[in-house]
């Protein structure tokens, strides 16, 4: 079907959802938390206002995109393999 422009109207240009371009966000939780001379944790987490003395917050987001389903789950899986290290 063609629109008043004579181009092809989005349904006869269906494009196969793992062919589109993909985003990945992954959304993560930072605790900072003192070191008790035992080795254990402190239960006190630092919150937003001391955090933002040095420009974090508790929460941060990052976004990976790809130009395909499976450009986008490659680029994240490498990206989560370097965190962990």
Do not use: W
């Amino acid at each position: 079907m063609l629109n008043k422009l004579g181009c092809k109207t989005a349904s006869d240009t269906k494009i196969e959802r793992f062919k589109k371009p993909h985003i990945t966000i992954v959304t993560l939780k930072i605790d900072v938390r003192a070191i008790e001379p035992d080795g254990t944790f402190d239960h006190q987490v630092l919150g937003d206002k001391a955090l933002s003395k040095y420009g974090i917050s508790r929460k941060a987001q990052i976004q990976i995109t790809g130009i395909t389903e499976a450009d986008c789950i490659n680029k994240t899986k490498q990206m989560l393999e370097k965190l962990n290290g």
